[in-house]
Each structure stands twice: as structure tokens, then as C-alpha cells.
């Protein structure tokens, strides 16, 4: 499952800021990483992350379903069509240097993976918009993320209705490419000019519940902060920065 | 100016700025949810900027960046895959490109729109292309890591594969999303595109 997971781990108890600094360092260290060691110290890393959210078991199986066809792929891609020199395993020939970059490129996204669906199980979404609010982030932006997730399940109802309905009229959904691409109008053009035809409606009642007023908002209930926690997000930012320079000095040596 | 003119012009700018919020967030539920009717179509194409193209030629191209970045964020959100961040790169060259199709009319007639959808698909591909090959050695685990492997397994070199692979499939993906968006336009009623004033420059 992948998503919010009530609990009370220090990772639930953190400001939401720190919960994503920690992911988002992740990502950043991810990409700065070069040799298997570094990425796969990344990975348990990513590991430690989740289990001090309580999350290990609700983001490490969702991470290792989405990262195993990326190993598959990187696999094939890079340990047998990879470059010379080459080991026998078995009745396989692999490509030495192609299975060092397997397990670099692997590693990266499972970190990235692991980490950010930790941040995902452990960062309540009302927390976050919270913080945002506290923090004087722009209405516009919270809307945004907030809202949009909430009409997404209903444009794909009306999607899924407008679909039926299309077939009911005798649209194939078969047939040759052409007849496919063909069949997209009728399906998309209902959708998307219903959609368009309800934006002013949609206008009214937001500006009538005074979404567009300047005015800072104040939030209800804002998640607490801390100087230790900001200084663990000044100290993240310090280590991301570091471990780029460290990568660039390695490059131009 | 006289006293009452002043505020009428700021509840206009207002209720704009509410607008291009209503539409930014059309725009990345098209996005988003275009990917199930592809599904149902079987087609080998994502149009995942279908979204960014629209709010483009409808708002303009800072709505349609935010548009973009944001169906970018919430696409990894909803699959967990968060490894494809680094792609919102992407997004803000197709909604800079898709603006200045639109303000130059390209997508008033199909015969303009899927030339315009083929050029923007060879910006995108020169953009994600380069991401695809330094960061994930060109496994993105889409259809574009498919035709990369075959292509690998025909004796390409990575790099030509992976830039090969990644021009074929926009290539088409963007000139089906440029042609559908100008169908879409074209089938605005009169009532609906007046309100809409990006449309009539």
C-alpha cells in the first residue's frame, strides 16, 4: 500500500520538513553517489529511515515492487549486454564492469524509492498543509496539491462513465493503431470540455469562500518545530553540498 | 483613475489569479488521468503533457511550468515511483515550447499542430534523453527501456540506443498530444474560448 500510515514513530512526530528534508537528501545523495559502497550504504541508510518511521514493512514491499522490474531491465541492459571484460556465471556471461553499474543504477533508485515512500507512509497530508500554512507558503500552492488529488478519483469516475457510455454508442476500442488513435477524440474531447465548462463555477466558489484574499492565512493547528530539527535540515544541506563537491573534486582527479 | 475604478481592476486581477489556479489544476488531472484512457486503447504512447499543452494555449507559460512540475510530483506521489523526479525537467521545456506554439497559432489547424508536436517531441527527447542515460544508465522501466534493450541487443552503443529510443517515442507521443490539444481548442464552443483570452491573440 502506498500512502499515509497512522502512527507515532519520531519520523510521525517530526515537522513535516524534516520527514521530507531526510527523503530529499536522500534523492540528492543518490545521485551523487558513484561506487556500489557509497550507493549501498545510501540503501541502508534508506533502511534505518524507514524503520525509524515504524514504516519498514509498509514501504520496504511497495519499494521492492516498484525497483524489481528496474532490476530486470538494468540486468539485461547493462550485466549481459554491458561492455567488456566478461565473467562466466554458470551458463551466463556477464559484463563485469555492466554489473558495477547495475548495482549503482539499482541501488539509486531503491534508495530514492525506499526513502521517499517512507516520507509518504510517515508525513500526514493535514500536517503538511499545516506547515505550509504556518510557514506563510502562498494558498495557491497548497490548493494545488491538496485539491488536486481530491478531484482526481472523480475525473477518472467521469472518465471511466464517459468510456462505457462511448461504447454503448458503438466506439471500438479495438482495431489498428489508426482506429485506436481515432477512438481518443470521442473519449478525451467530452472529458476535458466538461471539464473546462465547470471552471467558472469552480472560480465562484472558491473566491466566495475568500480563497483569493492576500491576507496571511493563520493555521489551526500547526505542527510544532524545533532548533534541533532545523538544525538537522541545515546540517543535511551542508552534507548534500559536500558530497557534490566530493563528487566533482573525484571527477576532475 | 476614479476611486471605484481601483478595486474593480484588483478583484479582476484577483478572480484571474483564482482561474489560472482552477485551470493549472484541470490541467494536471488531464495529465494524470489521460494515462486510463490510453490504457483502454492499447496505445504505445503516454500523453502524460496533454495537460501542460492545454493550460499553455489556454493561460499562458508560467500556469502551464506549474502545471508540469506539479503533475510531475503528484504522478510519483500516486505510483511511488519517485525515482522520475528528475524528468519534471521535461515538463518545463514542453510548457515553455507549447506557449510559444500557441502564441504563434500552431495549434489553430492539425496541419500546423503535429508539426509543432514533432518539434516539441525532438526538444523533449534532447531533455529527458541525457537524464535517461547519466543518471539511470537508460532504464526509466517504461516502454522507452524496451525499445533500448532491443536496440542494445542489435549491437547500438548505449548511448545511441538510449538517445534513439527516447526521439522515436516522443517524437509521437508529443505530435498525438499537440494534435489532440488542437482538437480540443477547435472544439471549444464560442461561449467557452471567449472566455479565454489567450486564445484570441
Given at each position: 500500500m502506498i500512502g499515509y500510515v497512522p502512527g507515532h514513530s519520531p519520523l510521525h512526530r517530526a515537522h513535516p520538513y524534516t520527514t521530507l528534508a531526510l527523503a530529499g537528501a536522500l534523492l540528492l545523495g543518490a545521485f551523487a553517489a558513484t561506487r556500489p559502497v557509497e550507493v549501498w550504504a545510501l540503501v541502508g541508510a534508506a533502511a534505518v529511515f524507514a524503520a525509524a518511521g515504524g514504516a519498514l514493512r509498509a514501504s520496504a514491499r511497495p519499494a521492492l515492487l516498484l525497483s524489481l522490474p528496474i532490476w530486470v531491465l538494468l540486468f539485461v541492459l547493462h550485466?549481459?549486454?554491458?561492455?567488456?571484460?566478461r565473467m562466466v556465471v554458470g551458463p551466463v556471461s556477464l559484463s563485469v564492469p555492466g554489473i558495477a553499474r547495475a548495482l549503482v543504477l539499482g541501488g539509486r533508485i531503491t534508495a530514492i524509492v525506499l526513502g521517499f515512500l517512507t516520507a509518504l507512509a510517515t508525513v500526514s497530508p493535514h500536517r503538511l498543509v499545516e506547515a505550509m500554512t504556518a510557514g506563510g507558503v502562498p494558498f495557491g500552492r497548497t490548493f494545488l496539491l491538496a485539491s488536486t488529488l481530491t478531484i482526481l478519483p472523480r475525473m477518472r469516475e467521469r472518465a471511466a462513465r464517459i468510456l462505457e457510455a462511448q461504447q454503448c454508442r458503438g466506439l471500438r476500442l479495438g482495431g489498428s493503431v489508426v482506429a485506436r488513435l481515432r477512438a481518443l477524440g470521442p473519449l478525451t474531447l467530452p472529458l476535458v470540455l466538461g471539464a473546462l465548462a465547470e471552471v467558472d463555477e469552480q472560480v465562484l466558489a472558491l473566491d466566495a469562500r475568500g480563497a483569493g484574499s492576500a491576507a496571511r492565512r493563520t493555521a489551526l493547528d500547526p505542527p510544532p518545530d524545533s532548533a534541533s530539527q532545523r538544525a538537522l535540515r541545515r546540517v543535511l544541506l551542508v552534507l548534500v553540498v559536500a558530497a557534490y563537491a566530493w563528487k566533482f573534486w573525484r571527477m576532475r582527479g | 483613475m476614479s476611486a471605484t475604478s481601483a478595486p474593480a481592476a484588483d478583484e479582476r486581477d484577483l478572480r484571474v489569479t483564482l482561474r489560472d489556479l482552477v485551470l493549472v489544476r484541470l490541467g494536471v488531472a488531464i495529465n494524470l488521468v489521460i494515462g486510463q484512457i490510453v490504457a483502454a486503447l492499447l496505445l504505445p504512447v503516454y500523453l502524460d503533457s496533454v495537460g501542460t499543452i492545454l493550460v499553455a494555449s489556454l493561460v499562458g507559460p508560467r500556469a502551464a511550468i506549474v502545471a508540469g512540475l506539479t503533475s510531475q510530483v503528484l504522478n510519483a506521489v500516486l505510483s511511488g515511483n519517485f525515482s522520475w523526479l528528475p524528468f519534471a525537467l521535461v515538463q518545463v521545456v514542453i510548457a515553455l515550447y507549447a506557449a510559444a506554439a500557441a502564441r504563434l497559432g500552431l495549434f489553430r489547424r492539425l496541419a500546423t499542430a503535429v508539426p509543432a508536436g514533432v518539434g516539441m517531441g525532438f526538444v523533449a527527447a534532447s531533455c529527458s534523453a541525457p537524464i535517461s542515460y547519466f543518471l539511470f544508465g537508460g532504464v526509466t522501466a517504461g516502454g522507452v527501456t524496451v525499445v533500448t534493450t532491443v536496440l542494445r541487443a542489435l549491437g547500438a552503443p548505449l548511448g545511441v540506443a538510449v538517445a534513439a529510443a527516447s526521439y522515436s517515442t516522443d517524437l509521437l507521443d508529443k505530435a498525438i498530444a499537440c494534435a489532440l490539444v488542437s482538437l480540443l481548442l477547435r472544439s471549444l464552443p464560442r461561449t467557452l474560448a471567449a472566455r479565454f483570452p489567450a486564445l484570441a491573440r
Open positions: 550485466g549481459l549486454l554491458g561492455a567488456e571484460p | -
